[in-house]
T-cell receptor, first 113, second 111 residues
């Protein structure tokens, strides 16, 4: 069964901390994505990557960075966490050139206090 | 600006009712529209629609796309409590085949 795994289901961090959210997929997908999901706002794209070491900004990249050193792993980094980054974070992957949707991870609910 | 709008934002029905969820969009270089169901975890894929007027069906769920009027509907007949979830509409568009998501419709089916 194909899988996208996010390392933490729930996370509580303090303001100003550096936070790493990890996502690993076992499907050999080229494309990986990070979204945040907030009530009333839906899913908003933070960053995506279409290959190893490649990254593109999404719609709300401010305050975030990403790393894709290996094909299977896509990390989201909050350089200095703030309370307005409290949210549900969803990772997704998709193979290149195929007409199908994402496979999502189960999400990480991050609370910044 | 690309956008996807879902309505209603929330809905409460009783078991056995039929519901219709709406998704309208304005995007550049439309490629496809997808529906997802999200319970307390990862969204799960329901349908992908690329052509107008062709109904996709899976059990009690069905969906159709109108590319002229730029909308899609998701129908659920004979609803059950297990249908309670947030239903997400996503449109694939533009370069890099990004998906743009609506805010979701929260469906609550009461026994």
């Amino acid at each position: 069964d194909v899988k996208v795994t996010q390392s933490s289901r729930y996370l509580v961090k303090r303001t100003g901390e550096k936070v790493f959210l990890e996502c690993v997929q076992d499907m050999d997908h080229e494309n990986m994505f990070w979204y945040r999901q907030d009530p009333g706002l839906g899913l908003r794209l933070i960053y995506f990557s279409y290959d190893v070491k490649m990254k593109e900004k999404g719609d709300i990249p401010e305050g975030y960075s990403v790393s894709r050193e290996k094909k299977e792993r896509f990390s989201l980094i909050l350089e200095s966490a703030s309370t307005n980054q409290t949210s549900m974070y969803l990772c997704a992957s998709r193979p290149r050139g195929q007409r199908n949707g994402y496979t999502f991870g189960s999400g990480t609910r991050l609370t910044v206090v | 600006e690309d956008k996807v709008v879902q309505s209603p934002l929330s809905l409460v029905v009783h078991e056995g009712d039929t519901v219709t969820l709406n998704c309208s969009y304005e995007v550049t270089n439309f490629r496809s529209l997808l529906w997802y169901k999200q319970e307390k975890k990862a969204p799960t894929f329901l349908f992908m629609l690329t052509s107008s007027g062709i109904e996709k069906k899976s059990g009690r769920l069905s969906s159709i796309l109108d590319k002229k009027e730029l909308f899609s509907i998701l129908n659920i007949t004979a609803t059950q409590t297990g249908d309670s979830a947030v239903y997400l509409c996503a449109v694939e568009a533009g370069n890099f085949n990004k998906f743009y998501f609506g805010s979701g419709t929260k469906l609550n089916v009461k026994p």
